[in-house]
């Protein structure tokens, strides 16, 4: 079957966005206008700022080339194993995403947690629905961090997205980097987005090289630096995920799939089976493009592309169904 000719993601017209971030606000080290100020000055134009249990939506920060999300991280832990014992309890945390923060904002205020019953993923998936009901983007987060496998994320439904790379889970032990998480996920029927984010704490200070800020980003097609562009975009999966490269241009070009990105190594197109198409530069050289023919049978692929410095980005996953 072949594919009709589709841009799937432009060349240009990107924010750059950390959806994963605290502050004073709950236990990291910087003033929400702390954060502003050093992702602005590294190229930022969106956080979302996700204080634990803590929802809030940071307006006063707006200005024309900066926009604060609304949101809040959230958890469910399993304490079956007895207090005193966290390093060995799983838990799911989840970041909520305010796509419209002027309404709800009573009950948004309120911050409310999933049931207390770790491993009812009934009522887990109630709670999901109940936060897309009253306005959130909902998200899995760092999957490994978690201590959580195939059992605790293949039955859970709703999400928007899933964590595929946290920058301070990468310092905690490297295991920020969660490629097979999102793939068995998609395996399991979900279709959902991959986000790269920082989880930063800021408890030690910038240019030191554990320090969890400017990691993992998102590259967002909003078109206009506002709330609702920002937010559709989100929706629509326009954007991709990185932790250094630039994708410059996905699209479907006569049955082929055309990749273009800043000089990288290896570009790969994962897909639902086992099969991979990929190109790998010579030693010493660079690739900025690559062309692989579609059969219109991968079920689904995603675009993931690694630098000279180990670094990756990639593409949310695109279904083959709905091109």
Known sequence: MKLDDKILLPDSGYFKANL???????DGELTPE???????AQGYSIVAFTDHDQYRWHRELDDESFLALAAYETE?????????????????????????????????????????????????????AKMRELGFLVCYNHPY????????????????????????????GLYGFHPQAYDEMLRSGQR?????????????????????SFGGFVQIAAGKLAYQNVIDALIAGQFYWSMG????????????LVVQ?????????????????KQLSNPGDALTEARFSLTGQEGWFRVEVRDSHGLYAGTNAFFVDRL
């Open 145 to 172: 961090w978690s201590l959580q496998n195939y059992n605790d994320y293949a039955g859970l439904r709703g999400l928007f997205a899933m964590e595929i790379y946290n920058h301070g889970c990468e310092h905690d």
């Open 76 to 128: 469910l832990t399993d304490f079956e194993t007895g207090p005193g014992c966290w390093p060995d309890q799983k838990t799911y945390h989840l970041n909520l995403f305010d796509t419209d923060p002027t309404q709800n904002q009573g009950e948004k205020a309120k911050s409310t947690r999933p049931p207390r019953l770790y491993g009812d993923m009934a009522s887990l998936n109630e709670y999901i």
């Open 245 to 256: 490269p630039q994708l410059k241009g996905v699209r479907i070009e006569g049955g082929e």
């Open 34 to 40: 702390g954060v502003k100020e050093a992702y602005k």
């Open 261 to 277: 990105t800043s000089p990288v190594e290896k570009i790969f197109v994962i897909q639902k089976g086992r099969d991979c198409y």
């Open 192 to 212: 959902i987005f991959a986000l790269a984010t920082d989880d930063n704490h800021d408890r030690v200070p910038f240019g030191d090289p554990l320090n969890d």
């Open 20 to 26: 994963h971030c605290h502050t004073t606000i709950s």
